[in-house]
């Protein structure tokens, strides 16, 4: 199921052609240079490749070091980076979209859809991990029942709830980091403006490490087998490129300001948002804070959230040009 709905999402679009009564950006058209933008997408591809590569890399090899008070506070900066993703980056493209003068008079008038989506997506999301979380505690418990005693039995449960949590986050928080990042691959792919292009190359490739960091934490908490680490590794490192090929692909037909691509993007980020939102508030912050170590060190909390602080800020920083 998962494989058709990433595949699903890739090829949609493909599907978005020029529907909208609104003006074509003459800016672009009068500034374009065909072969110029295409040298910079190709840089951009590589440049975001390395740069995501290295975000998820980083918590990584992190752990590995004694010291688990610095990788505590990289998860925070990872967690401030990822609530501003989602409050600063994907809610404020939602809306644009949703409410852009294009759609003219649309079904839902004033309704706040963008808000509405992402508070659906974010109750939807909790409502999955809870039932995938007990699913999974369920069968452990019923694996144990006749290998443990009852002491033995209540710990590796304990042990075995965490990890699956961790297990269910990871694998939600890659899903909506990968419904944005084909978004904003596709956007720069299409354009044709050198000078769009050239500041969006670095904002981006910031935009996927400081991203990567946020995944690569949950990941190596989740204690993936080798293989599985490498999927999800290997599948935020090219979501982004993958999107800007598309994006080159469909930019003579693509219409960003059609009825349907407004729609799709504006729904996709939305939900995308709801995500992110959600997993930094309650999955990353609200449990990391309650850790004990946390509890009982002020000093450890003031560095926290200073941490939280940078990562908040460098994150709204890109937005400025991302």
């Known amino acids: 199921m998962n494989v ?29 240079n065909k ?27 992190g752990k590995m070091f004694k010291s688990s008070d610095f990788f505590l ?20 493209d939602a809306n644009e979209s949703l409410e852009n ?15 509405f989506v992402a508070m659906l997506a974010a109750v939807l999301v909790m409502m999955g991990e809870t ?3 007990n699913y999974y505690n369920n069968n452990t418990v019923e694996d144990h029942m006749h290998v443990h005693t009852h002491t033995e039995h209540g710990h590796a449960h304990g042990s075995s709830e965490v990890l699956v949590n961790h297990k269910v986050m990871s694998v939600v928080l890659e899903a909506g980091i990968v419904i944005h990042s084909v978004i904003i691959g596709i956007s720069l ?30 990941i190596t908490e989740a204690k993936f087998k080798v293989r599985k680490v490498a999927v999800l590794f290997i599948l935020f490192s090219l979501t982004t490129p993958i999107g800007i090929a598309i994006g080159i692909g469909i930019s003579n037909t693509y219409d960003e300001n ?19 939102i959600y997993m930094a508030l309650v999955d990353l912050l609200a449990m990391d804070f309650m850790k004990s170590k946390v509890q009982k060190s002020s000093k450890l909390q003031v560095i926290a959230f200073v941490s939280i602080l940078l990562g908040l800020g460098c994150m709204s920083l890109l937005a400025k040009w991302a």
Do not use: Y
């Not at 072969?35 to 090899?61: D, E, H, M, R």
């Open 4 to 32: 058709k709905f990433l595949f699903l999402l890739f090829l949609l679009p493909i599907c978005i052609h020029g529907e909208c009564t609104c003006e074509e950006n003459s800016g672009d058209l009068n500034n374009s």
């Open 35 to 61: 072969t110029q933008a295409l040298i910079f997408k190709l840089i951009a591809i590589a440049s975001i490749l390395a740069a995501g590569a290295l975000g998820v890399c980083i918590p990584l090899f």
């Open 73 to 92: 506070l990289v998860k925070f900066f990872a967690a401030g980076v990822i609530l501003a993703t989602g409050f600063v980056h994907v809610f404020p």
């Open 101 to 115: 003068p294009c759609l003219g008079d649309t079904a839902w008038g004033d309704f706040p859809l963008a808000n």
């Open 131 to 133: 039932a995938i979380t």
């Open 189 to 218: 792919g299409v354009s044709v403006n050198p000078k769009t292009i050239k500041p969006l190359i670095v904002a981006l490739s910031f935009h996927q490490m400081f991203e990567g960091m946020g995944l690569g934490s949950c």
């Open 258 to 276: 059609s009825h349907l691509a407004l729609i799709l993007q504006g729904i996709l980020n939305a939900a995308s948002a709801g995500i992110l």
